[in-house]
């Protein structure tokens, strides 16, 4: 309640303030490239104020509460040279402007906001990230609707693609992912159900960054960086327009059953004051098969599962520098399928589906995930100081299978989260002469977080476990003459985790047939602190060599559930659970040379006194192995433009990491292939004559890893069964016939390669060892009006 109290009182404050109105004008605009073609999706903000916007397909955009006088709009997009352009502001209901872009392979200056929680552009952020551009998603969703596949194929260091509905094994440079929508976390660090990353479908999505790397500036559980999924804002000036989504999805090869669709609807729409956003998508998926035709299994499978998702976001103008946005976002999945596994061989014959009259138990999948935020700004609110206050609540539910043998009694397991916060942000830009200017951005952050994995008959499998965080920051940026960004923070974390009283669920032990738990374990208070932070330096003042080197830290509390689960004491206050620190060195370099090629080259050293990897004993349980880690590699990227209408490209990343299991400083132990993915390759070659049609052909690569040795027996130990290499191949492809109507095709697995994915090798057990799509194809039928 204080909380909300401080976000009321300024709220207060700020409509009652006494200052002066300041005169402020709109701009709107239409952006174009050098042939007259729109230029879609293209980043527009104003130099020296937090305000932006994106234009959409059409490339028209409008920027609203702009100071009255001369200003210089910053203009860029993947694939066109940025450009700075000065506009007056004169005070009258618009100005209309025209500008043109020149076509490139890559432009490095993408706005994004997550990095210090200010627009800035990405040649001057000190470290790693990936955009995934509102393009970028729109051709991977022509051809595998999952948010874990999209950024499978777009991120160098993200881990592989499951096909499932769990995303276990699909880390970030070989450590645990922060999720975020808008900036409210997603994942349940208190209880890692592998679930955070599928939170939403594609289709609500603007764009996505990802920031590489351990990052303090968001929080618990950054280990390996944060992927901050953004919500779509208005499309175009029109107080109303609209826009339609057909697709129907079947499998190439042996096609029965496999047919799906979906549908989506978006309406938006801006006035003078108020502007939104109205998404929405239902989809059913059908069967899924291998490359052979035969059902792939029902574990935690995607085929015939009915997914929707509902985005409403409506902003309003309370006066010419302050705003306020609602935004609900809905997210939900259910599984129809009914069948049931027929149980292979590792290594030897796969486990696949067979039909049956019902399946036990509830529907798996994520029944809810719910984000509602209230969203209020102030561009000035004491002097230049500008204000972001948000205020939030998630409410997050997954249902995993059931399990007639693991629990006793059987039973079916779900991670229930409910979090509440607010994040309190202010930023302060100052100049020092002509040479060096930048921005103080600080503030508060404060966290609310119960979460638990309980089963369906109400018998808790970890304890309720309550969080309570309050983090201030801070962060300075410094450029020095607009060439040189020097950027520095620190995060102080004040963590509470208060732990109820619990008995420990009677599991299965398969080595002594018997059931093992039921101890009573007195819960009780844990607390965290840590200062952590940050530095980095980056040089832009040449396109053709930009470099920076950058030092950040992270702190997580992980898996503290699992460690309570499986409790051999009676006391909390008794288990280890002592949080991670991470430490990541990076250096990295990227550039453009002449029009025609861009790259990017990023290498990385991570480090933490205590790791948190799994290993699984005789008994079946999974234990967590609290000993020092090391994790290193490399990311490489390249893209070509030898001719207007043909764009080549590609990227290689490397990780490798290993533990200090004696703690003598000799890291002798290699960590599993569930952290550690497998060298990945992607390529794609895109064709686009003219606007009106685009064809691209992507390849992905997943390398092979051999680590690790089988017992006696010859069984390989969880995670640690070698990944062998295989490739894919994918076809996107549209064509516009009208300014309304649009047509998409997508193939995935377009050779119908028979494969096993790589956490179906890796994973070295028979219910696990399950094949990957054969080809399907998705056919997409758009109209805007």
Same mark, same amino acid.
């Given at each position: ?328 976002? %809905? ?322 990343? %490397? ?62 130990? %969880? ?67």
């Amino acid at each position: 309640m204080r909380n909300v109290f401080v976000l009321f009182s300024i709220l207060f404050l700020s409509f009652n303030s006494t200052a002066q109105p300041v005169a402020t004008g709109t701009i709107r605009g239409r952006v174009v490239s050098a042939d007259g073609q729109p230029a879609a999706f293209v980043s527009i903000s104003l130099k020296g104020y937090p305000q932006g916007t994106t234009a959409d397909e059409t490339g028209t955009f409008q920027l609203g509460s702009l100071p009255v006088g001369s200003q210089t709009l910053v203009v860029s997009a993947v694939g066109f040279d940025p450009i700075e352009q000065v506009v007056q502001v004169d005070g009258q209901p618009a100005s209309d402007v025209l500008i043109t872009l020149k076509a490139n392979a890559r432009a490095l200056n993408e706005v994004v906001v997550t990095a210090s929680r200010q627009a800035e552009s990405l040649s001057k952020v000190p470290s790693a990230v990936s955009i995934v551009t509102p393009r970028q998603i729109t051709e991977q969703l022509a051809i595998n609707t999952n948010i874990t596949n999209v950024l499978m194929n777009t991120v160098p260091g993200f881990g592989y693609f499951t096909n499932r509905t769990s995303n276990t094994g699909q880390t970030l440079r070989g450590r645990q992912v922060l999720v975020l929508i808008d900036g409210v976390p997603q994942s349940t660090p208190l209880r890692n159900g592998g679930r955070d990353i599928r939170t939403i479908d594609p289709s609500a999505l603007e764009r996505v960054e990802v920031i590489k790397g351990a990052t303090a500036i968001y929080g618990n559980g950054a280990d390996g960086g944060i992927i901050n999924y953004i919500t779509k804002n208005p499309a175009g000036n029109k107080p109303f327009s609209g826009q339609t989504w057909v697709g129907l999805t079947s499998g190439l090869s042996n096609a029965t059953d496999t047919q799906g669709w979906r549908l989506s609807q978006q309406f938006s729409g801006k006035t003078n004051r108020i502007d939104y956003v109205l998404n929405g998508t239902v989809e059913r998926t059908g069967l899924f098969k291998d490359a052979t035709g035969a059902v792939i299994s029902p574990f935690y499978n995607l085929g015939q599962m009915n997914s929707y998702n509902l985005l409403a976001k409506v902003g309003y103008r309370l006066s010419d520098r302050q705003r306020v946005e609602v935004m609900y976002n %809905y997210f939900g999945s259910e599984s129809k399928l009914n069948y049931r596994e027929q149980l292979g061989k590792f290594g030897v014959t796969p486990t696949i589906g067979v039909p049956t009259e019902s399946v036990p138990g509830r529907p798996q999948g994520t029944p809810y995930n719910h984000n509602a935020t209230v969203r209020y700004m102030h561009n000035e609110l004491i002097g230049k100081t500008g204000l972001e206050v948000v205020a939030y609540l998630q409410s997050f539910r997954t249902v995993y299978g059931y399990e007639a043998e693991f629990f006793e009694n059987g039973g079916q397991s779900n991670v229930v989260s409910n979090k509440n916060g607010v994040r309190l942000n202010l930023y302060t830009p100052y100049r020092l002469g002509r040479a060096v200017s930048g921005n103080l951005v600080y503030g508060l952050d404060a966290l609310n977080d119960q979460t638990a994995q309980k089963l369906e008959d109400g018998r808790f499998w970890t304890p309720d476990m309550r969080m309570r965080n309050l983090a201030p920051y801070a962060q300075l940026k410094t450029d020095f003459f607009d060439q040189l960004t020097l950027k520095a923070g620190i995060r102080y974390e004040n963590i509470a985790v208060r732990v109820s009283d619990f008995t420990t669920l009677k599991t299965y032990n398969a080595t002594t047939k018997k059931y093992d738990g039921g101890l009573a374990v007195q819960g009780g208070d844990l607390t965290y602190n840590a200062l952590v932070g940050n530095i980095g330096l980056r040089y832009s003042g040449l396109k053709a060599i930009q470099p920076f080197v950058s030092f950040s830290q992270a702190f997580s509390i992980n898996e503290l559930g699992r460690i309570l689960r499986t409790s051999q004491r009676s006391v909390v206050s008794q288990l280890e659970t002592k949080p991670i620190i991470v430490n990541n060195y990076e250096a990295g370099i990227a550039g453009q040379l002449g029009r025609y090629v861009s790259y990017e080259l990023n290498a990385y050293r991570s480090s933490s006194e205590l790791g948190a990897s799994y290993r699984q004993l005789p008994s079946g349980v999974f234990e967590i192995i609290r000993a020092p880690e090391r994790v290193s590699g490399y990311e490489a990227a390249l893209d070509i433009t030898p001719l207007r209408w043909l764009a080549i490209g590609g990227s290689y990343a %490397y990780i490798e990491g290993k533990s200090d299991g004696n703690a003598d400083g000799d890291y002798e132990t290699y960590l599993g292939n569930d952290r550690i993915a497998s060298p990945k390759t992607t390529a794609y070659i895109r064709l686009q004559p003219s606007a009106a049609w685009m064809l691209s052909i992507s390849t992905l690569t997943a390398g092979s890893r051999d680590r690790f040795r089988p017992n006696a027996s010859g069984v390989y130990a %969880y995670a640690q069964a070698p990944v062998r290499a295989y490739t894919l191949v994918n076809l996107s492809g549209s064509y516009q016939f009208t300014p309304a109507w649009s047509l998409a095709l997508g193939v995935e697995n377009l050779l119908n390669r028979d494969y096993f994915p790589a956490i179906s090798q890796w994973a070295a057990r028979d219910a696990d060892y399950i094949k990957g799509n054969g080809a399907r194809g998705t056919l997409t039928v758009s109209y805007r009006y």
